[in-house]
């Protein structure tokens, strides 16, 4: 029971980590889906090409998002059209950056250490998406229509839409993936904690690559924020003498764990998650050989600079997140026939609008309770008692769509 306990605990600081990243990276997918429509998305980073990798990079580097963070947001490009070499250069560069963690990096590391890992980040980021469009080049996918084309019936706000997407449609398709990642995360970082001191005492008799490589290794799967990653990796020099090795921590650390890991395979396949996490691996030693082999200076550490996220704020963060993630786990699993369920064959819903446009619709009914449609599956399934089918036809039929009960 202790090790259930204390994964449990370590699951639960990941969450206070997480959390904000990952609300803020909900809202920004749910800006873009309403900003930009799938053929502006396609047409500016929808391409197998440099250009659109270039793109995706130049766009991730300013915003303020973790590892984690950039998993909606990733799948949301993903999803309105951006190529998959598009995709794995945003999630490759924009942990590493981000505002806050660029302004920290100059304060804290000086200019050179900033030089480098803005210069990592950008060619990791356009290495990262071309090998991607090489080894995986994306075929035309059926992206998600943001604008009232698809849904002239629907007269919804954009904040409305928005928020439907960021917080509901989006977290359906990466609720799973994720919440397996985190458990993994959790588990991998207890091992790493009680194997830490042992770990330290040993490593610092090793060689300069030893000591990159070990480090590296360590923060791949582990979620370490950009801004947070800092402390910690002045923290691993002054122990192991080494900058290279917290080099590597600066850019591994922030750029993978398992939570993202996971969930990439289901945004842009095994393949290109492959070249994504095996990229990272490769400039995060390079960088740290480079950095060594130069004697770039870092500042001694000071243990005042590790800094505690826990209050009440995040608190509210990790419900709101829990709860987004439960919903969509749950909206998205069918529901179970009973003798009060009926399950409509729908055809002609291509998105999340159209399914709310039925939805809304139907609950009107008199004798229905609940709704649930999938345009992935063309399915609406109505529970309720003494419910009217013809009248449930009708409905759906004045909305242009075509129906049938199975």
Do not use: W
Not at 29 to 39: C, E
Not at 138 to 166: H, I, Q
Not at 200 to 227: D, G, H, Q, R
Not at 346 to 361: A, L, Y
């Amino acid at each position: 029971m202790d090790i259930v306990y204390n994964i449990s605990e370590n699951v639960f600081l990941l969450l206070i980590e997480m959390s904000p990243y990952l609300l803020l990276g909900f809202t920004i997918a749910g800006l873009l889906s309403v900003l930009f429509s799938s053929d502006q998305i396609q047409n500016k980073i929808g391409s197998n090409n440099f250009i659109s990798c270039f793109k995706a990079v130049i766009f991730g580097i300013p915003l303020p998002l973790c590892s984690c963070g950039v998993i909606p947001v990733g799948a949301s490009l993903r999803r309105y059209g951006a190529s998959r070499g598009a995709t794995i250069s945003f999630i490759t560069t924009t942990p590493q950056t981000g505002v806050d963690s660029i302004i920290l990096t100059y304060g804290m590391l000086g200019l050179p250490l900033l030089i480098l890992k803005l210069a990592v980040a950008l060619t990791s980021g356009l290495v990262a998406g071309v090998l991607t469009n090489t080894l995986a080049p994306s075929s035309p996918v059926p992206t998600a229509e943001s604008s009232d084309e698809c849904c002239d019936n629907k007269k919804e706000s954009l904040l409305r839409k928005g928020l439907t997407y960021g917080f509901r449609t989006l977290p359906k398709d990466i609720a799973e993936p994720l919440l397996v990642g985190l458990l993994l995360a959790g588990t991998i970082g207890l091992l790493a904690q009680d194997n830490f001191i042992h770990l330290t005492e040993n490593i610092k008799n090793y060689s300069s690559f030893m000591k990159i490589f070990i480090i590296m290794i360590v923060s791949i799967p582990l979620y370490i924020c950009a801004t947070a990653s800092i402390p910690i990796a002045l923290m691993i020099a002054s122990l192991f003498g080494s900058p290279g090795a917290a080099v590597a921590l600066l850019i591994a650390g922030p750029a993978t764990n398992f939570s993202t890991i996971t969930t990439c395979i289901k945004i842009v396949g095994k393949r290109s998650t492959a070249v994504y996490v095996l990229t990272v691996f490769s400039f995060s030693l390079l960088a740290g050989i480079i950095t060594d082999s130069i004697s770039i200076p870092i500042p001694n550490y000071d243990p005042s600079m590790l800094h505690e996220h826990t209050s009440i704020f995040s608190y509210f963060c990790i419900a709101a997140l829990l709860m987004i993630l439960t919903n969509a786990v749950l909206y998205s699993k069918k529901l179970e026939i009973s003798d009060s369920s009926i399950t409509m064959n729908v055809i002609g819903m291509t998105c999340s609008h159209c399914e709310s446009s039925v939805i809304k619709s139907l609950l009107s009914v008199k004798g229905i309770s609940e709704v649930q449609a999938s345009h992935q599956n063309d399915e609406v399934v109505i529970e309720g008692k003494n419910i009217n089918i013809n009248e449930v036809k009708k409905i759906i039929q004045s909305l242009n769509y075509e129906v049938n009960q199975k």
